[in-house]
Nanobody
Framework: QVQLVESGGGLVQAGGSLRLSCAASGRTFSSLGMGWFRQAPGKEREFVAAIRRSGGSTLYADSVKGRFTISRDNAKNTVYLQMNSLKPEDTAVYYC????????????????WGQGTQVTVSS
């Protein structure tokens, strides 16, 4: 089992930045592929970003490419999502997910999920 706990969400004005963190426990973190997803009210959950176990490769949704950066610190068992130039349409609950083979933009391939953290971007 893997436990994931997100933090760092909040309210920010458009154009601002936030950094989300996701702390993992229960399994060797460096063996896990990690991803971030989000779900806005009334919409389906969508892929945001993913990172391979080694951190050497990343994947982004087109909507966040160039604005968001996913990274990981295997020594701290933590994955991050740096979000810059935020837009009102980025408002959503952001979820951390773990353990895709090897990393994926498809939510059904992830076995473990955090509880989510709310990000609200005001215009």
């Amino acid at each position: 089992q893997v436990q994931l706990v997100e933090s760092g969400g909040g309210l920010v004005q458009a154009g601002g930045s936030l950094r989300l963190s996701c702390a993992a426990s229960g399994r060797t973190f460096s063996s896990l592929g990690m991803g971030w997803f989000r779900q806005a009210p009334g919409k389906e959950r969508e892929f945001v970003a993913a990172i391979r176990r080694s951190g050497g490769s990343t994947l982004y949704a087109d909507s966040v490419k160039g604005r968001f950066t996913i990274s990981r610190d295997n020594a701290k068992n933590t994955v991050y999502l740096q979000m810059n130039s935020l837009k009102p349409e980025d408002t959503a609950v952001y979820y951390c997910a773990a353990d895709p083979p090897p990393y994926s933009d498809s939510d059904y391939r992830y076995n473990y999920w955090g509880q989510g953290t709310q990000v609200t971007v005001s215009s």
